[in-house]
Structure formats: C-alpha cells, structure tokens
C-alpha cells in the first residue's frame, strides 16, 4: 500500500514563508496527478490548494495563486508546495493527495499556522 508523509508544517508569522514536503514511498510518476489540500480545523471539508499533473501541468486555488509554487522531484519521490506571503487565512491542516487509476491516496497532512 503506497505511502504519503507530508512534513515542514509549522507556525510562522503573516507574511513569512513555509515549504512543505510530501514524501511518497513509490513512485510519483506512476500517478495521474499529486496535489495538496487544505482541511480547516473541525471540518471534514478538504479545500484545493494546487496540483501537479503527470504532464508537467500545474493548476492552482485563486487564493493562492502567485504565492504558492507546487514542484516535484522525481528522484526522491517527494512533491513540495513552497508558500510565501502566508495569510491567517492560509492556516489548516495540508493534506497531500496522489491519484491513480482512479484510486486516491492521502497522507495525514501536516498543520500550518499562520500567525496575524
């Protein structure tokens, strides 16, 4: 079963910078697309932040859109989302998705706060 662990959460301050790992214990070619998610605390409700198709394709939430970058290393195995100019509104849980043959699968996120 294909693993997903995200880590580089933390609290940081309005303005300042995060980048977020997603670490994938197979490999991130073999999926259509990894994106990352964002769940508010108390809620169910998963919201989408940014994606990275197989075909080198990105696609981005418009609340983050020119702040945050999704990349992609394929030698480890490992999709980032790199987030400047953090807003309190940016703060939850970041969940990390890879869809594949119509089958998802997700991490159990890392927590970003962001601070006013």
């Known amino acids: 079963q294909v693993r997903l662990v995200e880590s580089g959460g933390g609290v940081v301050q309005t303005g300042g910078s995060l980048r977020l790992s997603c670490a994938v214990s197979?490999?991130?070619?073999?999926?259509?697309?990894m994106d990352w998610y964002r769940q508010a605390p108390g809620k169910q409700f998963r919201r989408f932040v940014a994606?990275?198709?197989?075909?080198?394709?990105?696609n981005y939430a418009d609340s983050v859109t020119g702040r945050f970058t999704i990349t992609r290393d394929k030698a480890k195995n490992t999709v980032y989302l790199q987030m400047n100019s953090l807003k309190p509104e940016d703060s939850g849980t970041y969940l990390c998705?890879?869809?594949?043959?119509?089958?998802?699968?997700w991490g159990q996120g890392t927590q970003v706060t962001v601070s006013s």
């Open positions: 998705r890879g869809s594949r043959a119509g089958i998802d699968s």
């Open positions: 994606a990275f198709a197989d075909n080198g394709n990105t």
């Open positions: 197979e490999s991130i070619s073999s999926f259509s697309v």
